[in-house]
């Protein structure tokens, strides 16, 4: 099965500027393993999970941060609804039923890109 990924590019920041390159979980079973068992997730990669409007943290082995995503009305593009921070591995949960999709980031990530409610997310391109 191939792992289709996709480059992710906050709007309205400059050109150059931090980009996400993102992992798709796009079907039942790819969304229900998501990142569990993985030792890590680098800086600046994202697991997208679509649909999901809901996380949990069993069988975790590190925090994540968590971007909940609802698709703009020209479904061009991904709009933040709720970023939750830190969540922790094996007690974590999070939900957010008005998303359409999750983000999940390395714990930190969202602070430092300054993702927040209200960031748009462009698809710009396949990552490499």
Known sequence: MTVRMTVLRMRGVPQGAPTL?????????????????????GPSRALLLSPCSSVHMCFMRFAIDVVYLKRGTDNEDWRTVKVVKG???????????????????????????????????????DCP
Request: net charge negative; proline share 2%.
């Open 21 to 41: 390159c993102v992992e798709v979980a796009d079907s039942f079973s790819r969304r229900f393993l998501g990142l569990m068992g993985r030792k890590d997730i």
């Open 87 to 125: 969540l922790r591995p094996w007690i974590g949960f999070s939900a957010c039923l008005m998303a359409d999709a999750v983000l999940e980031l390395k714990d930190g990530e969202a602070e430092r890109l300054g993702i927040q409610a209200g960031t748009v997310w462009d698809e710009v391109r």
